[in-house]
């Protein structure tokens, strides 16, 4: 069936470090993929969205770029803050061998990111 | 601020009982997604209306169900609760059906079963 592997946290970075937080899928046909950021007591916000391959979603100086040969979606930040402290959760959607795809989310199990001054 | 409202916020009850949490979509979205949250399962879909009508359903338990008004605001109903059914649910919505579409997320309801 349809998953997310992300990679295990928490990750710990200082202010401006280079951020890369793995993201890998299995999927039937062309998922949708997705980023979503958590932070502390709130709902789930969408950062970045990728709909075909080699699309790079952004926003906010986050990166990923839809990887269909690596089956991937990478997320990237050139210089964190410590304000992207957070949660972040890979997500796809795709149809499954049970049902058409209706755009229900799939989710990895959350990276907490916690950045140092 | 996504838009997308729900109540209550915090929710403790004891097991065996029941409750209902609501969710009010982002005006002009048609699609309702409810999602479960636990440490030990993390982020679980659990059941999505659209319109009205019940279009998809993942790891929902039977004693789970859920529906969606006229209105477009939609509640998710939790009977016969268990310790194991504490947890963060929250609701999303969507403009319309299929992949591709973004998804609003509401800040959540956390229930908590003693």
């Known amino acids: 069936g349809n998953s997310v592997t992300q990679m295990e946290g928490p990750v710990t970075l200082s202010e401006e470090a280079f951020l890369t937080i793995n993201c890998t899928y299995t999927?039937?046909?062309?998922?949708?993929l997705f980023w979503y950021v958590q932070y502390p007591g709130e709902g789930l916000q969408l950062l970045l969205k990728?709909?075909?391959?080699?699309d790079k979603g952004s926003n906010k100086g986050f990166e990923a770029t839809y990887r269909k040969e690596t089956t991937s979606f990478h997320l990237e930040k050139g210089s964190v803050q410590v304000s992207d402290s957070a949660v972040y959760f890979c997500?796809?959607?795709?149809?499954?061998?049970?049902?058409?795809?209706?755009?229900?989310?799939?989710f990895g199990q959350g990276t907490t990111l916690q950045v140092k001054p | 601020d996504s838009g997308v409202t729900q109540t209550p916020k915090h929710l403790i009850t004891a097991t065996g009982q029941r409750v209902t949490l609501r969710c009010s979509p982002r005006?002009?979205?048609?699609?309702v997604y409810w999602y479960q949250q636990s440490l030990d399962q993390g982020l679980q879909f659990l059941i999505q209306?659209?319109?009205?009508?019940?279009?998809a359903k993942g790891n929902i338990l039977e004693r789970f169900s859920a529906q969606q008004f006229p209105d477009l605001h939609s509640e998710l109903n939790l009977s016969s609760l268990e310790l194991g059914d504490s947890a963060l649910y929250f609701c999303?919505?969507?403009?319309?059906?299929?992949?591709?579409?973004?998804?609003?997320f509401g800040p959540g309801t956390r229930l908590t079963v003693t």
């Open positions: 999303a919505s969507s403009v319309a059906l299929g992949q591709g579409y973004e998804q609003y």
């Open positions: 997500a796809l959607s795709a149809p499954s061998a049970l049902s058409s795809n209706t755009g229900k989310l799939i």
């Open positions: 209306y659209y319109n009205g009508e019940e279009r």
């Open positions: 005006s002009g979205d048609l699609s």
């Open positions: 990728a709909t075909k391959a080699d």
């Open positions: 999927a039937t046909g062309y998922p949708s």
